[in-house]
């Protein structure tokens, strides 16, 4: 098997998905709605040979809400953007199961491989907000059982749809006059529990055979989702121990269910601090813990929770009774919350420094990065990481300073050595599931 290789994605978060990077003299103000912000960044990610850019997305928001989050492009429409003025680097985009339908998706996602010959992929989530439902005429967001029952449905009609032809369907004979090989096109006919589609897609495959599956949810019926379908999985992990542990659950329960762990790529978001020395960094990090609102951190933690009001609660007294409130929202974070708090006896301000802010293990110089990255790579708390790209002076350090590190250790590769988001995650293209029908069980032990 080939040597097992960092992955490093890029999350273009514009002006920032917390409080203060907008604040940055050097990041313009409407970065989240330009598209040469975009097209900048994912050029910039190319160059420095990142897998991939990966856009996060969310179909609801309130007055407090984070200022990316507050007024930015949609990802698919982005991310075609972006297809066309890059040609190496993977393009994930979020998409929610709870509010679409899967001949939509199906549609959507298989245009973006088109359109970026085979670098396309879909970061599958169900949604933690309850304000999504009345964006989508419902008077109450969907139970968080009932999300990823329809999830599991959902990537299944989707998948499905993604092989509506075969690879040889379309002869394109002029002198036969035969266009398409009807025998090649197949409707799905798919009536389950949550979704009754017909198919066939009127799309063929690409070049990378299927937009690759991602998934972010860290909930038990979460990461049940992510063991059965994902082939990448945007990790919620803040420190290495807890970044371990999701990394064997996750990988535990695919191989459970005879999935190949080495397949499902785990990358958890990343935020580093990075300066010329440990010493400036560690000063940089605490100036900016120092600055941090307890109010913003507040609503930050009460996200959580379908953005409970926790500013009415005594901020020095034992983290609250919540019981009665919602857990159907971000549920697996909610419930680590409640539970990390009542073990460590935290106060509510204690729990909001740390729970309401993306805290990390790295912070310190260009190689003190790069080690700690190789040590949770190494320490199988991570495949890869997912950089979330705002500030340019951040990025800057990470692509010319950390990046080089991690290639002359082995770790990172140096040039590209295919064109599609599948051959840079060392993943194999899905075969026709109607092509594989044809074959014969003998064909098949062969393989
Ligand atoms: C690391 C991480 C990233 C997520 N990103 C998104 C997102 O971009 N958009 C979204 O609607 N939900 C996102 N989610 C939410 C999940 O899709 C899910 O709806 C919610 O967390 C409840 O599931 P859980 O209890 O399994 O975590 C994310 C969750 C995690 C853990």
Avoid at 249 to 255: C, E, G, I
Avoid at 316 to 325: I, T
Avoid at 431 to 446: F, G, K, V, Y
């Amino acid at each position: 098997m080939a040597e097992r290789q960092l992955h490093l994605g890029a999350i273009l978060e514009g002006v920032g998905a917390d409080h203060n990077s907008w604040l940055d003299p050097d990041l313009r103000g409407d970065a989240s709605i330009d598209i040469g912000w975009y097209i900048e960044q994912a050029r910039l990610a190319e160059a420095a040979k990142f897998d991939l850019v990966f856009i996060v997305d969310s179909p609801y928001i309130t007055p407090d809400t984070a200022p990316h989050f507050l007024n930015r492009l949609e990802p698919l429409t982005l991310l075609s953007a972006i297809a066309a003025s890059t040609s190496r680097i993977g393009l994930v985009g979020t998409l929610t199961t709870s509010y679409w339908e899967p001949y939509n998706v199906a549609r959507q996602f298989g245009s973006l491989d088109h359109i970026s010959r085979g670098r396309a992929g879909w970061n599958v989530v169900t949604t933690g907000l309850e304000g999504a439902a009345r964006n989508y005429g419902r008077e109450e967001h969907f139970d968080h059982k009932v999300r990823y029952g329809r999830a599991r449905e959902f990537v299944e009609v989707v998948q499905g749809l993604w092989d509506s032809y075969e690879d040889d369907a379309f002869p394109r004979d002029r002198s036969q006059g035969l266009f398409l090989d009807k025998a090649k096109q197949h409707r799905l006919d798919h009536k389950g529990a949550h979704f009754a589609v017909a198919g066939p897609l009127a799309l063929s495959r690409s070049r990378q055979g299927q937009p690759v599956i991602f998934q972010a949810g860290d909930s038990s019926e979460g990461r049940n989702l992510g063991a059965a379908i994902a082939e990448g999985t945007f990790a919620a992990a803040q420190d290495f121990e807890s970044g371990r542990t999701y990394y064997a659950d996750l990988k535990a329960r695919a191989a459970a269910l005879g999935r190949n762990p080495d397949l499902i790529k785990v990358l958890p978001g990343l935020v580093p601090t990075i300066a010329e020395t440990d010493e400036e960094a560690q000063a940089i990090a605490a100036e900016a813990q120092a600055s941090l609102s307890t109010e913003k951190l507040l609503v930050q933690i009460g996200r959580a929770f379908n953005y409970h009001d926790f500013s009415t609660y005594d901020l020095d007294a034992p983290f609250p009774d919540l019981s009665g409130v919602t857990l159907n929202s971000y549920k697996g974070q909610a419930e680590r919350i409640i539970r990390v708090a009542a073990e460590d006896k935290l106060t509510l301000r204690q729990a909001a420094y740390r729970f309401g802010q993306w805290k990390s293990d790295f912070v310190g110089s260009p190689e003190t990065i790069a080690a700690e990255i190789e040590r949770w790579f190494v320490g199988r708390a991570a495949d890869g990481f997912n950089l979330r790209v705002t500030r340019p002076r951040d990025f800057a350090l990470f692509r010319e300073r950390v990046v080089p590190i991690l290639q002359a250790r082995g770790l990172f590769r140096t040039e590209y050595a295919g064109d599609t988001l599948r051959s840079h995650l060392g993943l194999p293209v899905p075969e026709n599931r109607h092509s594989r029908a044809r074959q014969s069980p003998q064909q098949i032990a062969a393989e």
